[in-house]
């Protein structure tokens, strides 16, 4: 195993938006707050270093629907979360991918998150998972991962999975 990489691309706090909800404002860069999927409360502080993204990007997150902390770094071509230190839980423990599945060309072609769904264009692989993977998966144990990756480097992909 290795650990996960988040290239902050963004896609998953786009789609968090809508459940992390501001309920007060305590002052401009302190805000009590509440995950709905989770049903967490906490206190978010916009990092220090974070508080001109956080105030340059507000209309620009407020339009798009975002999490009310997700903004697109003024410099480098990525999306932060302003509040990474006091982020919810939910946050912390989020991976969007738990095991990424390359071809022999080390192209990526399939991501599997938490729950075991596969994501991939990849026609092959879609057949393989359905035939071979998808009937275990219905009833599946705590070793699914390493029994995925079995079935999945005997068949010649290469398989990465994280912790
Ligand atoms: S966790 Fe995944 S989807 Fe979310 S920003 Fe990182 S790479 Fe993108
Ligand atoms: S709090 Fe941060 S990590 Fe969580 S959804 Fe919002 S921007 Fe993303």
Not at 72 to 83: M, R
Not at 85 to 94: E, G, M, N
Not at 105 to 115: E, Q, V
């Amino acid at each position: 195993m290795v650990q996960f990489v988040c290239s902050k691309c963004g896609k998953c706090c786009k789609n968090f938006g809508q459940y992390i909800v501001i309920d007060s404002i305590i002052n401009n860069a302190t805000f009590y707050c509440t995950s709905k999927l989770s049903k967490e409360k906490f206190v978010a502080q916009v990092d220090k270093d974070q508080f001109r993204n956080f105030k340059n990007g507000r209309e620009q997150s407020k339009k798009s629907n975002w999490c009310p902390f997700l903004r697109l770094d003024d410099v480098k071509p990525e999306y932060i979360c302003t509040i990474y230190s006091t982020r919810p839980q939910i946050c912390k423990d989020f991976k969007c991918s738990v095991m990424d599945i390359f071809d022999k060309n080390r192209k990526i072609i399939g991501r599997t998150s938490s729950n075991g769904s596969l994501v991939s264009q990849d026609t092959t692989l879609n057949n393989l998972w359905k035939e071979h993977i998808a009937p275990f998966m219905q009833s599946k144990d705590q070793k699914w991962l390493s029994r995925i990756k079995t079935i999945l480097e005997e068949k010649g992909f290469q398989v990465l999975c994280y912790e």
